[in-house]
């Protein structure tokens, strides 16, 4: 009896000791999961729309998403469709999974009218423009942004004269200037979006040897130059005069990005222009720097039109926000911008 006693308590025990050492795995494997990312990349989408939930909303749990819907919108198969203007409230679920534990998120996404935003900008601001403006779009799905990139002298004639315009940036404050006067600008939306230098643009590999101002009066020499009414002509011949340089000019181009043109194309031996162009262009001109106590910083000013093209005021709003975000710092501090 005594022996059947002790058979059956040593049994009890054993299971004991298993069911603990079994809840404890489960809790020690509890403890090492780790809560998904969830990532809503949409702020706004157009009405009326099916759109690819991968434009929506994205996680690196392997867990099937369950969505639940309200308001102008609703999710089928792997699509959002919205209806009319409004908001969408979007609701993501995930199971636990061996890596990653069980979460929910929601976000309010606008469901808004599909519009273009028009954005005139200097063209040395092209290659920075064109990222920010990709970033912008994929989280403002219902905005499209046309860009028109040019001289800001060129920006000018082509604001007084009519051209459709939301946003403009140029390279410097007397062409704003000349639009906060003429009325097509706002002037209290004018703020200083970046600054720049100037800097020496060489063929690739600079066959040359050019190291200084002085160095472009060589007999031979083939020297590119913005328009003098372009900021970058403006600034060049600032610059010139302070190294106290003088050379023939082998041609004046309308835009920074004319002297890269014609300096990648073979077609000079080198000019000036902004040493963003330079990194810009980097499989095509390299840049020299000039020295400080003879360079300049020039400022960006970007403001909105006075009449708008677009009825979605805050799409502007939106897009020069995101310019002085971290994003648009970023990709400005990349090509070699001065961070105001």
């Known amino acids: 009896m005594f022996a059947s006693n002790f058979v059956a308590a040593w049994r009890t025990a054993i299971v004991a000791v298993l069911v603990w050492c079994l809840w404890g795995t489960s809790v020690l494997a509890q403890s090492q999961l780790t809560k998904p990312t969830v990532s809503w990349l949409a702020s706004s989408v157009p009405d009326s729309a099916r759109i690819e939930l991968s434009k929506i909303v994205e996680t690196n749990s392997t867990a099937q998403m369950r969505l639940t819907t309200q308001g102008s919108c609703a999710v089928k198969g792997n699509f959002?469709?919205?209806?009319?203007?409004?908001?969408?409230?979007?609701?993501?679920?995930?199971?636990?999974?061996?890596?990653f534990t069980a979460t929910t998120s929601v976000a309010i996404i606008q469901v808004k009218k599909k519009t273009e935003l028009i954005v005139l900008a200097t063209a040395s601001l092209a290659n920075s423009f064109e990222k920010i403006g990709k970033v912008f779009m994929s989280k403002f799905l219902n905005v499209s942004v046309?860009?028109?990139?040019?001289?800001?002298?060129?920006?000018?004639?082509?604001?007084?004269?009519?051209?459709?315009?939301?946003?403009?940036?140029?390279?410097?404050?007397?062409?704003?200037?000349?639009?906060?006067?003429?009325?097509?600008?706002?002037?209290?939306?004018?703020?200083?979006?970046?600054?720049?230098?100037?800097a020496i643009l060489?063929?690739?590999?600079?066959?040359?040897?050019?190291k200084t101002l002085s160095d472009l009066t060589r007999s031979g020499l083939k020297v590119v130059l913005c328009d003098l009414a372009q900021p970058c002509g403006k600034y060049?011949?600032?610059?010139?005069?302070?190294?106290?340089?003088?050379?023939?000019?082998?041609?004046?181009?309308?835009?920074?990005?004319?002297?890269?043109?014609?300096?990648?194309?073979?077609?000079?031996?080198?000019?000036?222009?902004?040493?963003?162009?330079?990194?810009?262009?980097g499989d095509k001109v390299?840049?020299?720097?000039?020295?400080?106590?003879?360079?300049?910083?020039?400022?960006?000013?970007?403001?909105?039109?006075?009449k708008p093209k677009t009825k979605d005021k805050s799409a502007i709003v939106a897009f020069i926000a995101m310019t002085k975000s971290s994003v648009g710092r970023k990709v400005l501090a990349e090509n070699g911008f001065i961070l105001p």
């Not at 060489?202 to 050019?210: A, D, E, S, T």
């Not at 390299?286 to 006075?306: H, M, R, S």
């Open 236 to 281: 060049a011949s600032t610059v010139l005069s302070k190294a106290n340089v003088s050379f023939a000019v082998a041609s004046r181009e309308a835009s920074a990005s004319g002297v890269v043109s014609r300096i990648g194309l073979g077609e000079a031996d080198a000019g000036i222009a902004y040493f963003t162009d330079g990194l810009v262009a």
């Open 80 to 99: 959002l469709t919205t209806t009319k203007v409004g908001t969408c409230k979007i609701e993501l679920r995930l199971n636990s999974t061996p890596k």
């Open 286 to 306: 390299d840049a020299v720097k000039i020295a400080d106590n003879l360079n300049l910083i020039a400022e960006y000013p970007i403001g909105v039109a006075t």
């Open 146 to 198: 046309r860009f028109n990139f040019a001289g800001s002298a060129t920006l000018v004639t082509q604001i007084q004269q009519g051209a459709p315009v939301d946003i403009v940036a140029m390279a410097d404050t007397i062409n704003m200037n000349k639009v906060l006067s003429s009325g097509e600008i706002d002037k209290k939306s004018i703020s200083i979006l970046t600054r720049n230098k100037l």
């Open 202 to 210: 060489v063929q690739r590999g600079n066959p040359q040897k050019i």
